[in-house]
T-cell receptor, first 112, second 109 residues
């Protein structure tokens, strides 16, 4: 079982560049989430989706965009990368209610 | 956002000792989750709790959903070196989960 797959694992961006972090799950989960984790800190929710075509902002959405065209995929877009976006990004998915909440292995992003 | 206070922030214990950590919130949650994260990896779910007062075990791990629904506890019995990692609590309100800042556990052989 692949579970939640994130790509790339590592990326270095220059200030002002854009990129898309990919997330795919094969568990047919309705809910998908994007978090960022800064050093020594807990996870902060960026965006989440309760199903294809539906997305909502989390705690820290500024500087990011998402789309959910299919149940399986939930890409996160950074349009104008800033040093403050240096972090580890985790994607997660779950059925409604949270049972089986599963994380990907993360994307480590550095903006220089 | 919701504030989850997790304590202690870090623990250094001898192998074989028991470990206790807790998570408190000013808000009521419907679900509590406990995760372990190892370096370079994503968090892995350890225990999920869905009812106030619920006590659930997973091997040497036991977690409880507080009666007030504002707190949760995780205990690890007879710690071993592979218990090393950062343990996070998470509480669910609506469609969102809110995470604590983690308890870093070091087990000294």
């Amino acid at each position: 079982n692949a579970g939640v797959t994130q790509t790339p694992k590592f990326r270095i961006l220059k200030i002002g560049q854009s990129m898309t972090l990919q997330c795919a799950q094969d568990m047919n989960h309705n809910y998908m989430y994007w978090y960022r984790q800064d050093p020594g800190m807990g996870l902060k929710l960026i965006y989440y989706s309760v199903g294809a075509g539906i997305t909502d902002k989390g705690e820290v959405p500024n500087g990011y965009n998402v789309s959910r065209s299919t149940t399986e995929d939930f890409p996160l877009r950074l349009e104008l990368a800033a040093p403050s976006q240096t972090s580890v990004y985790f994607c997660a998915s779950s059925p409604p209610g949270g049972r089986g909440y599963t994380f990907g292995s993360g994307t480590r992003l550095t903006v220089v | 956002g919701q504030q989850l206070n997790q304590s202690p922030q870090s623990m250094f214990i001898q192998e074989g000792e028991d470990v206790s950590m807790n998570c408190t919130s000013s808000s009521i949650f419907n679900t509590w989750l406990w995760y372990k994260q190892e370096p370079g990896e994503g968090p892995v779910l350890l225990i999920a709790l869905y009812k106030a007062g619920e006590l659930t075990s997973n091997g040497r791990l036991t977690a409880q959903f507080g009666i007030t629904r504002k707190d949760s506890f995780l205990n690890i019995s007879a710690s071993i070196p592979s218990d090393v990692g950062i343990y996070f609590c998470a509480g669910r309100a609506g469609n969102q989960f809110y995470f604590g800042t983690g308890t870093s556990l070091t087990v000294i052989p």
